[in-house]
């Protein structure tokens, strides 16, 4: 199994499937291949500051994919995710109530199976067995105890969405951006708001040193206000990143979410 610290789905052209995505066959083989982008250095660097002050590229933003991250709570034993693309009609303009709304209207109009299902191992474990809409292991998520932690997304070694080990993590304890890289290229998650995470951002960075930029090419809104419960629309371009990546590290950094909630009020 390749590792992915946290991390292409599309919709197929056959209108009978639910909410199916673009077919990944993979083995049960589980080995790790040898490259790693695990220790890449632009990961060891705080980002909360320095990324929220890089240049935005001024270039547009379309969506490619639509997800549902169906709501849950840390004790949730299933984290599951569903595919709208196919059956979204409305074109996106932004992540207004408008749109959200249109994605309730297309849930309620259809029938859908997850496509992505992430599995607790155990009550008290913080590992995952995540699989596709036919139960074919897709990848294997170990987290970490704390939301500073590094999480580890671990792919089949003939996987098609990762080829190598990707880790996710922060190193400042409190700090809401977590960055990953793929291939050596570096993303990040970052809140839209100074003082809460309810929307979210999936930024692409390009350049390095003074020219390093970065620009959208996903967008997150939860459904309800607060920490305890997370999940909610997701769009995403992936044309820029795999899609089954993407939704992964949003899983991630929604359960780090989580985490720091706990960990600020340990009492609650």
Not at 19 to 32: N, Q, S, W
Not at 153 to 162: A, E, G, K, R
Not at 209 to 230: L, M, P
């Amino acid at each position: 199994m390749t590792a992915i610290r946290l991390h292409d789905v599309k919709p197929t052209q056959d209108g009978t499937d639910k909410g199916a995505i673009r077919r990944r066959t993979v083995k049960a083989d589980t080995t790790p291949n040898t490259l790693s982008e695990t220790e890449d250095p632009w990961l060891e660097t705080p980002h909360d500051d320095e990324t929220s002050k890089l240049p935005l590229e001024s270039r547009p933003f379309i969506p490619t994919s639509v997800y549902w991250v169906s709501p849950h709570s840390t004790l949730a034993s299933k984290i599951t995710v569903l595919d709208l693309s196919k059956d979204m009609d409305v074109q996106y303009s932004g992540m207004t109530d408008e749109y959200k709304a249109q994605v309730a209207k297309t849930m309620q109009d259809h029938s859908y199976s997850p496509v992505i299902t992430c599995t607790r191992n155990g009550w008290f474990s913080m590992n995952f067995d995540i699989t596709d809409d036919q139960d074919k292991q897709l990848a294997h998520w170990a987290h970490p105890w704390s939301s500073f932690g590094e999480a580890v997304l671990t792919f089949p070694t003939d996987s098609t969405h990762s080829s190598h080990p990707i880790s996710l993590k922060n190193k400042m304890w409190n700090t809401r951006t977590e960055a990953f890289t793929i291939n050596s290229q570096p993303f990040l998650w970052e809140p839209d708001s100074h003082w809460h995470s309810q929307n979210m951002t999936l930024y692409k960075v390009t350049g390095t040193g003074d020219a390093e930029k970065k620009f959208e090419i996903g967008k997150y809104a939860q459904k309800w206000w607060g920490s305890v419960w997370t999940g909610g629309t997701f769009v995403v371009d992936d044309r820029e990143i795999d899609g089954v990546v993407a939704c992964l590290t949003l899983v991630v950094v929604l359960r780090k979410k989580r985490q720091r909630a706990a960990e600020k009020n340990p009492g609650r």
